[in-house]
């Protein structure tokens, strides 16, 4: 499976692999909250963003207005009403479970909690209940006079989406409250499918060539958010109560309270609630909850422990984000053991040979798991993992299980190793042409630029959302399309009619099944939209190693059309200036490695290298599209905007058989992606802290004149040649004559390069 591609750090800088994590864990989110299959497990994706947070701390340059760790996740989706919450929607605070070790509780984050808890009441042991926490969406009922007024989502917490439409199909929702209802009663509760529900559907999906949903809470997502109700309607979703908003109605006092008032209204509540009057007790019923929980019959990721009373509750209060009277346990995900019966090889997107554990089937977290990535061959290795050894599996409420480690103890003499290159014979499994590694990577990849394997996963990621997101070409359509031979690569699909692909066999010979008009139709209308669609979403649609859609709009900003990206000058550039700069910074007489060489000579090497440099760097500078740095001692660095492994690979890319093929075929197809960002100079116009003001620069400054001016168009600044009346400094350095003449004349104020230095920093009071 591909999808482990990115996460392989060997294969590229740091940049691009930020930008590379910022964009699958966006993605994720995207899918993770407005429906769809996220691509990653909670596991995987919590891996990623702190890896994401870490990169940031030691580069805070990186970080830009797309980082997920600036972005405040909601579900808000298009085409649906906004609803204002008049209490809002809050979050709740993790407290998380741990592995055993030597004197530590694993429970400890729980045991600080609830002392946290006593210490702010000035009560040593609160009543507390604990509840199941489920694995679902949020929502809120709202009943006036005793009817559903409305139904909504979460959204971003004081906004949500009106979804009274499709929750109205939701049987277990009464939509007339029994007399003697409150006024105003909201109730917050968790809309999700039942498990056994949710394999029937994924069933009935994979019958139909649908996509399959990775977990029941996307599956509940997706649905409470699509437009056709009575398509939701056919949806098993369920729903319970676990919670309370806006409310007027005879006093309630504690949890049992509650739970009898929505008894009486038949509004059905999470359950079991099992009280704990103490530490001990609490640690105990959390136990006791996890032992319970498995029984319930749908998905559950912890147990939310809550105070008990109400009016101590509103003594607490909540912060911005959650509540202070409540947290969430989080249970270590479930692990089981199971035997390795074998080891098989999937061929990804681009390539890449991924081994996959072919396992006895296990049940695990409520499904049963009989396949987990082994990533690759390192991890193999490091794990020294056999088959015919007892493993240990582990599913966090996720898609892709994993192995964790062997049981050592239990393994037989009969165990066999494994290696991939030796299983796969140096070929492709899926075409038999020649694998290769390069050098410093983990994965072997099949160098068959046709091999079906790779179309068929090249081409449902070319129509995924994040690239040309066409209707109804997922994976089992694409497999089937290249399987029957009606495409090879994703471009032929435009060469597709209407009646070819509504023809498509989606099941057996001998069990035939359409993929049908209205299918085909809707699937030829967004490809014939996408024909028009900026080139930065084409860019990613290749699926071109390490450049995701981050990078595609980067590219995007500095290329006109595919022609100008495909014969690009300016990568070219960038990928000599970093080959010129760092035989450059080789050549430093005061580097220790240098010790020894004549000095002179050293000299004159790097003049003629720096004049080089100079020279193909200078018109890209004017333009602001690089810029050259002092690097420490006596050393220069390249601000590459699109980072010097993305600069490579798309280089590669165009020289590449397959890269000419595409940009032919674009050619043969009339299709000409188009920059919508392209910025013929992006530093003009650019907002900074010298937005307004005007420079002139004299005298000897520290770093060459042409790069001063540089820094201060960057910094939102104008440079310019003559002092005149509309100068707003003059910089002078040592020496400088008549401008500075010109300048005490014309009342222009005359600075040092430090003062002008100090301007540009960001916020910085003169
Ligand atoms: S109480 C102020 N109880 O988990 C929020 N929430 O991760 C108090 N959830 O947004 C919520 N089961 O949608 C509560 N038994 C339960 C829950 C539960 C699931 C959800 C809820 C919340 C989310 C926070």
């Keep these: 499976m591909d999808l482990f591609e990115y996460s392989s750090r060997h294969e590229i800088d740091e940049r691009s692999h930020y930008e590379e994590l910022c964009r699958v864990v966006n993605h994720n989110n995207e899918l993770y909250y407005a429906k769809a299959t996220p691509e990653i497990t ?63 509780e694993t429970d400890e984050e729980l045991i600080d909690f609830y002392k946290r808890l006593g210490q702010a009441l000035g009560e040593v042991s609160p009543h507390v209940v604990v509840e199941p926490k489920i694995d679902g969406c949020a929502v809120t009922l709202m009943y006036r006079g005793g009817e559903l007024a409305y139904a909504a989502t979460r959204g971003d917490g004081n906004v949500g989406d009106d979804i009274t439409t499709n ?16 006024n105003v009663l ?11 529900e949710f394999d029937e559907l994924n069933a009935q999906r994979d019958a139909e060539g649908l996509p399959a949903f990775a977990n029941p809470r996307n599956a509940t997502a997706g649905t409470i958010k699509l437009l056709d109700a009575t398509e ?44 704990a009057h103490s530490l001990d007790e609490l640690r105990a019923t959390v136990k006791e909850m996890d032992r319970r929980r498995r029984g319930l019959g749908f998905g559950t990721d912890g147990a939310v422990v809550k105070l008990n009373d109400f009016a101590r509750r509103d003594e607490l209060g909540t912060t911005a984000r959650a509540p202070r009277w409540a947290a969430a346990f989080k249970y270590l995900p479930e692990q089981r053991e199971t035997k390795l019966l074998g080891i098989t090889v999937q061929v990804g997107r681009t390539g890449v040979l991924t ?59 009969m165990a066999q190793p494994y290696s991939l290159s030796e299983a796969v014979g140096g070929v492709c499994p899926s075409c038999g042409a020649p694998v290769s590694k390069e050098e410093g990577q983990v994965a072997w990849r099949c160098t068959n630029f046709a091999c079906p394997a790779q179309a068929v996963t090249r081409t449902s990621y070319f129509c995924s959302r994040a690239a040309l997101d066409i ?56 490809l014939e939209r996408a024909r028009k669609f900026p080139m930065e979403r084409w860019i990613t649609a290749f699926g071109i190693p390490s450049i995701g859609s981050i990078t595609a709009r980067e590219v995007a900003k500095y290329h006109r059309d595919i022609n100008e990206l495909a014969n690009s000058d300016y990568l070219r550039t960038l990928v000599e200036l970093e080959d010129s700069i760092s035989a450059y910074n080789k050549l430093n007489p005061e580097s220790p490695s240098n010790k020894g060489k004549e000095r002179a000579g050293l000299e004159s090497q790097r003049a003629e290298l720096l004049r080089r440099i100079h020279g193909s760097a200078a018109t890209y500078m004017e333009r602001g599209y690089l810029s050259l740095e002092p690097d ?61 003001l005007t420079f002139v620069l004299t005298g000897a400054l520290s770093i060459p004149r042409d790069e001063m001016e540089r820094r201060i168009s960057a910094a939102g600044g104008k440079a310019s040649g003559s002092v005149t009346k509309k100068t707003s400094y003059l910089v002078a350095g040592e020496g400088g004559g008549s401008k500075r003449e010109k300048a005490v004349k014309a009342g222009v104020p005359i600075i040092d390069e430090a003062t002008l230095l100090r301007m540009m920093q960001p916020n910085e009071e003169l």
């Design 42 to 104: 909670d596991a995987e994706y919590d891996r990623l963003y702190h890896e994401i947070e870490e990169i940031e701390t030691r580069h805070p340059e990186y970080k830009t207005a797309e980082s997920p760790t600036q972005r405040v996740g909601n579900d808000l989706a298009e085409g649906f009403a906004k609803i204002k919450h008049p209490i809002p929607m809050l979050s709740i605070d993790d407290v998380f479970e741990h592995k055993a070790a030597p004197r530590q």
């Design 167 to 182: 929750v109205r199909t939701v049987k277990s929702i009464p939509q007339k409250l029994p007399s003697g209802a409150p």
């Design 186 to 196: 909201e109730v917050r509760g968790e809309i999700f499918m039942p498990s056994a």
């Design 232 to 275: 939701v309607a056919r949806r098993p979703l369920r729903f319970l109560a676990h919670g309370m908003g806006a409310y007027d109605g005879p006093p309630l006092h504690c949890m049992d309270d509650y739970e009898h008032l929505l008894a009486a209204m038949q509004i059905p509540y999470n359950k079991p609630i099992l009280h």
């Design 355 to 413: 081994p996959v554990a072919e396992l006895e089937p296990v049940l695990i977290s409520g499904s049963t798991v009989s396949r987990a990535t082994l990533h690759n061959q390192d991890e193999i290795a490091r794990k020294d993992v056999r088959i015919g050894d007892t493993v240990l599996v582990e599913k966090a409420g996720e898609i892709i299980p994993s192995v964790v480690k062997v049981v050592e103890a239990k393994r037989s003499a």
């Design 471 to 526: 209707e109804n070409l997922g994976g089992v359509v694409a497999e089937a399309l290249v399987n029957t031979g009606l495409i090879r690569t994703p471009l032929e699909l435009f060469k597709l009619t209407r009646e070819k692909l509504g023809a498509l066999n989606l099941g057996t010979t001998k069990d035939p099944r359409r993929f049908g008009e209205k299918n085909a139709s809707k699937a030829i209308d967004s």
């Design 632 to 692: 420490g001692k006596n050393k220069l660095r390249l601000v590459n905007p699109i980072g010097s492994v993305s600069c490579r690979k798309l280089l590669a890319y165009w020289e590449s058989s397959a890269g000419k093929h595409v940009l032919n075929e674009l050619h043969e197809l009339g299709i000409l992606p188009v920059s919508d960002c392209y910025v013929q100079n992006p530093a003009e116009g650019k907002q900074g802290p010298l937005t307004g």
